[in-house]
């Protein structure tokens, strides 16, 4: 079992940055894969980012190469989302979300844990 707690999203201008965290609980958090997702109203889920579980393999949504990073602290059972040159259209909830497998997947159907989200708003 895996819970997790998002933390530090919040109003930011357009063209600012943001750091999401994920603070997770449970002994086997360094053998998940983690991933980022995102919901805007009136959307379905679409994926962010994901990272495998010892952090050496990272996959992004198009819409975000170049601009977010993913990482993890295995240590600390974190992962983190850094967001730069964020945009309008960046405005939704950020949920990270456990996989129990190593490998790391853009679907929402193969990650078994979720948090509860945070809401990132960005401003034009």
């Known amino acids: 079992q895996v819970q997790l707690v998002e933390s530090g999203g919040g109003l930011v201008q357009a063209g600012g940055s943001l750091r999401l965290s994920c603070a997770a609980s449970?002994?086997?958090?360094?053998?998940?894969?983690m991933g980022w997702f995102r919901q805007a109203p009136g959307k379905e889920r679409e994926f962010v980012a994901a990272i495998s579980s010892s952090g050496g393999r990272t996959y992004y949504a198009d819409f975000v190469k170049g601009r977010f990073t993913i990482s993890r602290d295995n240590a600390k059972k974190t992962v983190y989302l850094q967001m730069n040159s964020l945009k309008p259209e960046d405005t939704a909830v950020y949920y990270c979300?456990?996989?129990?497998?190593?490998?790391?997947?853009?679907?929402?159907?193969?990650?078994?844990?979720w948090g509860q989200g945070t809401q990132v708003t960005v401003s034009s």
């Open positions: 449970g002994r086997t958090f360094s053998s998940y894969a």
């Open positions: 979300a456990a996989d129990s497998v190593s490998w790391p997947s853009n679907l929402v159907r193969d990650y078994n844990y």
